[in-house]
């Protein structure tokens, strides 16, 4: 059993969702090895109980696989588009498998028991995990990778499990599956990780489970955001929210910020505030009006790294200390 950090003893349910040949697998495996956690179910698994329950005439989508139960959509007529109509097809799929899911978790979490479930069936939104929060330290994350790593590692899988070569002609599908669910993971506010160094992938999902985290107050300009960000990241933290002090204002201003560690999410935004006029002004507005305080809630690997990262912004003269509650 993991400590939790020393808090009150609470099993870990720690779900992996991807499309398939994203690498969901190995980093799964990777966590349990790492974090201690003996059970480790592929939701693929629980999809061959449910089949044996309910019949193909009764769940035609259920009877095919992720990336072609679209094909036995009834309604098919009313997809405008064909990912609207692989996307559907998915959902229907993975309806059948989730509640199942909810069941093993149910189990595992009344027996305190940690566990890792890894699948593609795992689409945020479908699955509730809200019901879990109270009883388990919940963490869930979506996978992805550039499309030519997925094309290799998809070929690779199918061979290596030589029954995949029907596969083969799927990956287009896969790929939509693989945009909808990383689609449906950011309105959910649920981490997508770029698994294109599975190392790396295995040490960001630990750093999520193991991090610590406290409220900064800063106080600088807007040329100075980009300064901010590098030390922020450069030491392996993450921010998630901001919040601007306005005068006359009882309550801070704030926002939420998603994708901080995502590289090409970051650039774009520089980019924006170096390219328009109306996104900068805008910032610099807030800015002004809070005479440049600002806070976030920093998250950091462990605490002496949140105290590094705290020590190099006030090196910066980024921190401010002046600040009342």
Do not use: C, W
Not at 128 to 140: G, H, P, R, W
Not at 180 to 186: E, G, Q, R, S, W
Not at 252 to 268: A, C, G, M, S, W
């Amino acid at each position: 059993m993991l400590d939790n950090h020393g808090d009150t003893m609470k099993p870990y349910v720690i779900l992996i969702g991807s499309a398939s040949g994203i690498g969901k697998s190995t980093i799964a495996s990777q966590l349990s090895t790492k974090l201690g956690i003996k059970y480790l179910i592929e939701t693929d698994f629980i999809r061959e109980v449910v089949r044996g329950i309910i019949g193909s005439d009764y769940a035609p989508a259920l009877h095919k696989s992720s990336y072609d139960a679209y094909t036995v959509l009834r309604d098919q007529y009313q997809f405008d588009t064909e990912e609207k109509l692989i996307d559907a097809g998915f959902e229907e799929h993975a309806s059948f498998v989730v509640p199942a899911i909810e069941k093993v978790i149910q189990r595992s979490v009344k027996d305190k028991d940690s566990i890792i479930i890894e699948g593609v069936h795992l689409i945020p939104g479908l699955i509730n995990i809200e019901q879990f929060k109270d009883l388990a330290e919940v963490y869930f994350f979506i996978l992805t990778t550039d499309e030519e790593v997925h094309k290799q590692r998809f070929i690779q899988r199918a061979m290596t499990i030589k029954r995949g070569g029907a596969q083969l002609d799927y990956f287009k599908e896969n790929r939509m599956i693989n945009d909808h669910l990383v689609n449906m993971a950011k309105m959910m506010d649920i981490p997508v990780i770029d698994n294109s160094d599975k190392d790396k992938t295995t040490a960001t999902i630990l750093q999520y489970i193991n991090e610590v985290s406290r409220v900064i107050y800063l106080k600088h300009s807007l040329d100075d955001i980009d300064l901010e960000h590098k030390i922020i990241t450069q030491l392996g933290g993450r921010i998630t929210d901001i919040s601007y002090y306005l005068e006359d204002s009882d309550e801070p201003l704030t926002r939420q910020i998603r994708n901080y560690d995502d590289e090409k999410y970051v650039n774009e935004f520089f980019d924006k505030l170096d390219n328009s006029n109306d996104e900068k002004e805008t910032l610099e507005t807030l800015y002004r009006l809070s005479d440049n305080i600002h806070s976030h809630t920093l998250y950091a690997p462990d605490e002496n790294t949140l105290e590094e990262i705290i020590d190099k912004l006030r090196e910066n003269g980024l921190i401010y200390d002046n600040i009342t509650t």
